[in-house]
């Protein structure tokens, strides 16, 4: 079936799918995250998601392996360890709901999840607590955070979400929100690609595909980095809530209309 979907796309559906991709890396270099949120959606407007999430996330095992080693030294690690352990744990789940359950009911689901989380965010960041209880449920919360991001990440590569609304939510510096979310989400394509792998969903269309849009991503993502390093800090979480909130909307829109 992949095979017959691979040859039968047509030069605008090709293009159309890889201005998405190339989009979706402009929007990751500068936030550190949107690679999925903007991948999925339009490239989904061409590709079923049973083969977009499965593409996303072989691109982003790649691109991700060099973000572990350029921006290692300004991650959370300690954020990236309790988020990872839910990760593992839910991420298989969210590939068996990839495979049963419809995709328009699992994209509208993920888009409201996504405007809650946002609209949780918007709220002005605050300082996390240091206190011993404070540490206790900051730990609770991100292995919570991290279960969720499974479940999206199984479900349909975007694990985003439920990180992104939490990272903004308190006082950190932007650089090191930006690393901590490229490095985590290297550690999401990992159990996202062996999850998939061993559901079915891998095969040797979805290699050629992530090959080519490998490119596009790295071009995008140039330019994102570029763009990050000249713009002024304050301006970097109302753009990430922009994105945040835009990607839900056209994902709901795609579905309602």
């Known amino acids: 079936m992949a095979d017959d979907l691979l040859f ?16 979706a890396g402009l929007l990751r270099g500068f936030t550190g995250f949107g690679f999925a949120l903007a991948a999925v959606p339009l490239a989904g407007l061409v590709l079923p998601p049973a083969m977009i999430v ?12 060099a973000d572990a080693v350029r921006e290692r030294r300004a991650v959370d690690w300690r ?5 990872t352990l839910g990760l593992a744990i839910a991420t298989p789940l969210g590939t068996w709901a990839l495979v049963a359950l419809p995709g328009d ?8 999840i996504v405007l809650l989380g946002a609209a949780a965010a918007w709220r002005p960041p605050r300082a996390e607590s240091a206190g011993e209880g404070g540490l206790l449920h900051a730990r609770i919360t991100r292995l919570g955070v991290g279960l969720v991001a499974g479940l999206f990440t199984g479900l349909a590569a975007m694990p985003g979400p439920p990180v992104v609304a939490y990272m903004l939510a308190a006082e950190r510096d932007p650089r090191i929100i930006r690393a901590t979310l490229m490095v ?16 079915g969903l891998i095969g040797w269309p979805e290699l050629v595909m ?22 002024d800090a304050r301006h970097y979480r109302p753009a990430a809530l922009v994105v945040l909130v835009g990607a839900a909307v056209v994902t709901l829109a795609r579905e309602i209309f």
């Open 210 to 231: 992530s090959a080519a849009a490998l490119p596009l991503v790295v071009g995008g993502s140039a330019i994102g980095a570029a763009g990050f390093r000249r713009a």
């Open 54 to 65: 499965p593409v996303v996330m072989l691109t982003q095992l790649v691109i991700g392996s």
């Open 8 to 23: 039968s796309l047509s030069p605008a559906d090709l293009a159309g799918a890889g201005l998405a991709i190339f989009v």
């Open 79 to 83: 954020l990236v360890g309790w988020l």
């Open 105 to 112: 009911i699992t994209r509208i689901v993920i888009a409201c």
């Open 184 to 199: 985590f989400f290297f550690f999401t394509a990992i159990t996202g690609c062996a999850s998939a792998w061993f559901a």
